[in-house]
């Protein structure tokens, strides 16, 4: 807020300083900054709470005496002559329009483009204006009736108005509470950002306030709102609360789809905070008490490695990343490395595609060249009988987690690995012939994948109640995302 007249003291960027400054005061008078600079009201309100605007006009001061290496007392003094004079524009120009508390978007419009300077102002005045019958702390009606005028506005000054004015209410966590999601809703309040940044899939479910901010972002260029939303969810990520409170191993496939979401948002992947701060995330799970659990989870050590090795992959951190090599090493030099590898009972595809996915990280991660090595002498012995049977593929599978499920003829059959053509299921208790056609739900659930789809099958083979199929999807999007997932 470096301002010289009144006018630009109630600008966009000294806005944003007030509601910086005074987010405690706005918090518990329930008003928006836009209010508490463009009503005389709320002027008065403020002069007479204490020495609150003492104390904020001081704040202001230090950051601009910082800044400008200004002694502070000559910054508090010009300070308060700059708020002084906006706070009397503000008076004077609403007494010039005495009914605007009932301006419309239209009059918004009229208003923002009646005077180059003072245009702005006079539309600041009306849509506080707009706002006051409302109430304090009206939320949601305040959130709604920014949406109604930002789909009528046409002047880019009353939408910069509303742009802000929402993301002002988007970052008051009351307001945020009742118009997006509660901060101890975690899950929903990541998911209503993801869909503010783009995400369709994310939509589903959000409250209608969302729905209509989501259409807004459509139509117009809302950068006041983009960066609150990053803001949030940097808050969101850096905070102790769980993603997924039912266990690590479900926090860890939370993360990182929120990962693989933020990378595909030009909003959120442009923000390299937000990525550290997710990264920081990924090294919280590496700690005992949540790394532990997710281990010991997997049932053989093949299981065991694909989790550690993809958190390896997934952090920076060296701590955390020398506990990680020390647990794959003890993995990888058990004399039992060969017989507990696989899970028991696993079919010889199966057992192929969790040999060959190992490798294949192994080969891939920063591992040191002597610990690639060391794996690549044991593994060869291990997995000589693996090279001499079944056909060859083109398409690399990939093992299925524990709570990967194919719904098929009325039954959630478990999917023991896949790739993007292929499917291998069961035990399924049913009719299944080489070259039938069947239809069925694919529901992944895992460390690396969370998502659902529907998939015409073509049974390719069925033996002892294990069912090879190829499969289609019919969504494009769906079709993506695995084509994704298996070329990353």
């Given at each position: 807020m470096f301002c010289t007249t009144p006018i630009e003291a109630l600008g966009p960027e000294?806005?944003?300083?007030?509601?910086?400054?005074?987010?405690?005061?706005?918090?518990?008078?329930?008003?928006?900054?836009?209010?508490?600079?463009?009503d005389p009201r709320e002027h008065r309100k403020l002069l007479?709470?204490?020495?609150?605007?003492?104390?904020?006009?001081?704040?202001?001061?230090?950051?601009?005496?910082?800044?400008?290496?200004?002694?502070?007392t000559e910054r508090v003094r010009q300070t308060l002559e700059l708020v002084d004079g906006a706070m009397r524009l503000v008076e004077m120009e609403a007494k010039g329009l005495p009914d605007a508390h009932v301006a419309d978007a239209t009059a918004l419009d009229r208003l923002a483009a009646s005077d180059a300077q003072l245009g702005p102002v006079r539309a600041g005045i009306a849509l506080?204006?707009?706002?006051?019958?409302?109430?304090?702390?009206?939320?949601v009606i305040r959130g709604q009736r920014c949406l109604e005028l930002l789909s009528a506005a046409r002047h880019p000054a009353v939408v910069a108005l509303l742009d802000q004015t929402i993301a002002e209410l988007l970052r008051i966590k009351s307001a945020c509470a009742g118009l997006v999601a509660p901060a101890e809703n975690l899950t929903a309040l990541v998911k209503a950002c993801l869909a503010l940044?783009?995400?369709?899939?994310?939509?589903?479910?959000?409250?209608?306030?969302?729905?209509?901010?989501?259409a807004a972002t459509k139509n117009h260029d809302m950068p006041f709102t983009g960066r609150a939303v990053v803001e949030i969810l940097n808050g969101a990520v850096t905070g102790p609360a769980s993603l997924d409170k039912r266990d690590p191993t479900q926090e860890l496939k939370a993360t990182r789809d929120l990962r693989r979401k933020i990378d595909g948002l030009p909003?959120?992947?442009?923000?390299?905070?937000?990525k550290?701060?997710?990264?920081?995330?990924?090294?919280?799970?590496?700690?005992?008490?949540?790394?532990?659990?997710?281990?010991?989870?997997?049932?053989?050590i093949g299981r065991k490695l694909l989790v550690l090795l993809g958190l390896h992959a997934d952090i920076e951190d060296p701590n955390a990343r020398r506990y990680l090599v020390a647990m794959i090493d003890s993995l990888v030099e058990n004399p039992e490395f060969k017989s507990d590898f696989y899970v028991p009972g696993m079919a010889h595809d199966e057992k192929r595609a969790l040999a060959g996915q190992v490798s294949?990280?192994?080969?891939?991660?920063?591992?040191?060249?002597?610990?690639?090595?060391?794996?690549?002498?044991?593994?060869?012995t291990a997995f000589a009988d693996l090279t001499a049977a079944g056909e060859r593929r083109i398409s690399p599978r990939m093992v299925a987690g524990p709570e990967d499920r194919v719904l098929l003829g009325g039954q959630r059959v478990p999917l023991r690995n896949w790739s993007e053509t292929g499917l291998l299921f069961?035990?399924?208790?049913?009719?299944?012939?080489?070259?039938?056609?069947?239809?069925?739900?694919?529901?992944?659930?895992?460390?690396?994948?969370?998502?659902?789809?529907?998939?015409?099958?073509e049974i390719v083979r069925a033996n002892d109640g294990l069912i090879g199929a190829k499969y289609a999807c019919n969504d494009p999007h769906v079709r993506q995302r695995i084509k994704a997932h298996f070329r990353a």
């Open positions: 000294a806005r944003e300083t007030l509601f910086r400054v005074a987010m405690p005061y706005l918090e518990q008078a329930r008003i928006t900054a836009a209010e508490l600079a463009f007479n709470s204490g020495t609150k605007f003492q104390e904020y006009i001081q704040r202001v001061a230090i950051l601009q005496g910082q800044q400008l290496k200004n002694p502070v506080a204006a707009v706002m006051a019958p409302m109430g304090p702390g009206t939320w940044a783009g995400d369709a899939e994310s939509v589903r479910g959000a409250s209608n306030f969302v729905h209509g901010l989501t909003l959120l992947d442009a923000d390299r905070e937000l550290e701060n997710l990264s920081r995330r990924l090294t919280r799970l590496t700690a005992p008490e949540s790394l532990e659990p997710i281990v010991a989870r997997e049932v053989g294949q990280l192994m080969a891939a991660s920063q591992l040191s060249d002597n610990r690639r090595q060391r794996f690549r002498e044991i593994a060869a069961g035990p399924f208790n049913g009719i299944a012939q080489p070259g039938q056609h069947m239809k069925a739900t694919v529901m992944l659930r895992n460390g690396y994948l969370s998502m659902g789809f529907e998939a015409e099958l």
